[in-house]
């Protein structure tokens, strides 16, 4: 059986890869940049782009399952396409698909309600490595400048997601499911980087910003207001379910899923280097 993973390069995407081949399945990897892709050699790796439906339709021939960004391009801009998208998956023949949204429902999802195919939305809370984005001023000072440092986020493993989104399209029956994922507990930001100084073992200083200090460097880095107001409710303000625990990995995959404290451990040379 063969699976089609898009965004196979990014966060979720290669461990999608990863354990569809430790599954023994076929994987069909589509990148816009395949000499860049650096994936395994037995990943049938294939040029597209899923904001230009057209490139994606050879790819999808032949396929058993598919894992489907719902944004795309470099601006993380909603798909247009996801009617066009979802027609061309009936048309090919496969019979279901994992998306992985990018914090609400959009065209992709409506689109796929659509049609003939099994389909199972997969929300990761946050994904913690995000938290790479500390490293270099954990490695140029011991000190990290962020806002709302108490406010606990479920965040989630990103090998976890892969594992999820895998186990769902191999073996099926997750048809119509919405599948919120989460790691084992909450993380605050002061005790993400109490953990980071742990594997370090060194002591961490966290400089906690107002949020005006946080706008403030938002808007120097470029960000627009509407995403600029969407991250300080989002990290200042969460929904409900963004700090509460859920057991789908566990339900999904047969295994608990792994810790801050493993993932800090599987990407400490980040932090060292």
């Excluded at 063969?2 to 569809?20: I, N, S, W, Y």
């Excluded at 994987?27 to 049938?44: I, K, M, N, S």
């Excluded at 339709?57 to 399952?65: E, N, Q, W």
């Amino acid at each position: 059986m063969t699976f089609l993973v898009t965004g196979a390069t990014g966060k979720a995407g290669r461990h999608v890869v990863q354990e569809l081949l430790r599954r023994g399945h076929r994987v069909r990897a589509l990148t816009r940049d395949p000499a860049g892709a650096r994936l395994p050699g037995q990943v049938e790796v294939v040029q597209g782009d899923l904001t230009d439906p057209g490139s994606v339709r050879p790819a999808l021939r032949g396929v058993l399952g598919a894992h489907l960004l719902t944004a795309g391009g470099d601006d993380y801009a909603t798909l247009r396409t996801g009617p066009e998208l979802a027609a061309m998956a009936a048309e090919a023949g496969v019979r279901r698909v994992t998306l992985l949204w990018n914090g609400r429902p959009g065209p992709v999802e409506e689109a796929f309600s659509h049609v003939d195919v099994e389909w199972t939305r997969i929300e990761p809370t946050d994904f913690m490595s995000n938290t790479l984005g500390w490293a270099p001023a954990i490695r140029a000072h011991g000190r990290v400048s962020e806002p709302f440092g108490d406010v606990p986020i479920a965040m989630i493993h990103e090998a976890d997601v892969g594992a999820v989104a895998a186990a769902v399209l191999a073996r099926g029956g997750h048809g119509g499911r919405t599948y919120p994922l989460t790691g084992p507990e909450t993380y605050t930001p002061r005790r993400r980087l109490a953990m980071i100084g742990k594997v370090l073992g060194r002591e961490l200083e966290f400089d906690e910003l107002t949020e005006e200090q946080a706008r403030e460097r938002w808007r120097r880095a470029g960000y627009d207001a509407e995403l600029i107001d969407l991250l300080a409710s989002w990290q200042g303000n969460p929904p409900p379910q963004a700090s509460t625990v859920v057991p789908a990995v566990r339900e999904i995959t047969g295994r608990e899923p792994r810790t801050f404290e493993q993932w800090v451990r599987d990407h400490i040379h980040h932090f060292t280097q």
